[in-house]
């Protein structure tokens, strides 16, 4: 079965940092997704992203965090100046087309932030 | 209200064991359900979608009341490779998926 990628797979960065996450989507898909899951919370949806734009952001995606898709293949985020709190595994997923709910989901960045 | 409320557990039961998980969703709109099975420190993983009539696969029984805004998985025969976190995910119609904390299951040898 095809997969999502992300690296890197563990991420530890010093508050005020900016990190980028990276994640390679299944390649025939359209829509393209980053959730968090705090450690011993529930996965978050942060934003959706389709035809090179965001088509959803839920309230946690505020301006410190961007997405973009460079390239034909990498669709990353970025955390601009990071916080205690951000520190959270960060996963990316992607699906085939708007009406398949079916989200792939990436293994996920470990992102601790000190 | 939470948007979708699960019972956290843990639920410890025997090998072969039949269990049930519910989890009800607040926002009547919802279009697509979902469970989704997480190991520890891994991705969720799709174990299966939900639909109106009832649906199963394999050992795993889904149930949906749109009336209740209920949804329900039943496992029969449980492993011990079934011992995971169960999330119940809902689908508002738009890009947003909404999880549920997870439903967290043991099962014994």
């Known amino acids: 079965e095809p997969e999502v990628t992300q690296t890197p797979s563990h991420q530890v960065t010093q508050m005020g940092q900016e990190v980028i996450l990276r994640c390679v989507p299944i390649?025939?898909?359209?829509?393209f997704y980053w959730y968090r899951q705090i450690l011993g919370q529930k996965v978050e949806f942060l934003v959706s992203?389709?035809?090179?734009?965001?088509?959803?952001k839920s309230e946690i995606f505020d301006d410190q965090f961007s997405v973009e898709r460079p390239d034909g293949s990498n669709f990353t985020l970025k955390i601009r100046s990071t916080k205690l709190e951000d520190s959270a595994m960060y996963f990316c997923?992607?699906?085939?087309?708007?009406?398949?709910?079916?989200?792939?989901f990436g293994p996920g960045t470990r992102l601790t932030v000190t | 209200r939470k948007e979708v409320e699960q019972d956290p557990g843990p639920f410890n039961v025997p090998e072969g064991a039949t269990v049930a998980f519910n989890c009800t969703y607040s926002?009547?709109?919802?279009?697509?359900f979902f469970w989704y099975r997480q190991d520890c420190r891994k991705e969720p993983k799709l174990l299966m979608s939900?639909?109106?009539s009832g649906n199963e696969d394999g050992r795993f029984t889904a149930q949906l009341n749109r009336a209740s805004q209920y949804i329900s998985l039943l496992i029969r025969d449980s492993k011990l490779s079934d011992s995971a976190t169960y999330l119940c995910?809902?689908?508002?119609?738009?890009?947003?998926?909404?999880f549920g904390a997870g439903t967290r299951l043991f099962v014994k040898a």
């Open positions: 997923a992607s699906s085939a087309s708007a009406g398949t709910r079916r989200r792939y």
């Open positions: 992203f389709y035809n090179n734009e965001i088509s959803e």
């Open positions: 939900v639909y109106s």
């Open positions: 926002n009547s709109a919802s279009q697509s």
């Open positions: 995910v809902v689908d508002t119609g738009g890009f947003k998926t909404i």
């Open positions: 390649s025939n898909h359209l829509y």
